[in-house]
């Protein structure tokens, strides 16, 4: 697969990746949530645990603990969130500008301490499910669970096409996304 040529988008693909290292070495029950932010312009992701995760639709954090992030102190930090605004300061580190995903998992578990603690554990359905999702989203299909102009939905995980041109293939139909596993949270979101 080529590399693609935008960096923010390289970026964020090496986010998620990195989720999917951390995965790998067991802590799936690590759950992201991919959105816009309200201006449109940046993408972010939420990592938290599954606990923190609706059960229906299963790729949402609930608000009261996305409210909760405080980056000041990432050993006792519950969630974590990047920002493409942040370019590759990821999660506000400084030497983390040249990392692959998995030199940034390793510095994940060691920075955010109580958060990679929570994480732990096996959750082969959700592991399996976030393989389509990083699959698609090296392919320049880039997911967003939630932006402030559009709709959530239940049953799939809407990707924005962000290929270059010359990935693209004539009459090639968007693919589909499907919702994660519920998430653990014993409540649903309100639509």
């Keep these: 697969m080529s590399r693609h040529p935008e960096p923010h988008i390289r970026r964020a693909v090496r986010v998620l990746a990195m989720v999917g290292e951390l995965h790998k070495v067991g802590y799936q029950k690590l759950r992201v949530m991919p959105y816009m932010s309200p201006s449109g312009i940046h993408w972010r992701c939420e990592i938290g645990p599954a606990n923190f ?68 554990g096996w959750d082969y359905r959700y592991a399996g499910w976030y393989e389509h999702l990083l699959g698609l989203a090296e392919a320049g299909w880039l997911p967003v669970v939630l ?32 919702a994660p596993p519920s998430g653990k949270l014993d409540e649903d979101y309100e639509f």
């Design 53 to 120: 995760f609706y059960r229906n639709p299963g790729a949402i954090l609930a608000p009261k603990f996305s409210m909760t992030f405080d980056d000041n102190d990432q050993a006792k930090a519950t969630i974590a969130r990047y920002s493409s605004a942040d370019e590759n300061r990821y999660f506000g580190w400084d030497d983390a500008k040249m990392d692959n995903a998995r030199s940034l998992a390793d510095k994940f578990i060691k920075r955010f301490c109580v958060l990679a603690d929570s994480g732990k």
């Design 147 to 178: 932006r402030d102009y559009g709709r959530v939905y239940r049953n799939h995980i809407p990707v924005d096409d962000v290929r270059p041109a010359e990935w693209r293939r004539d009459h090639e139909e968007k693919p589909r996304l499907p």
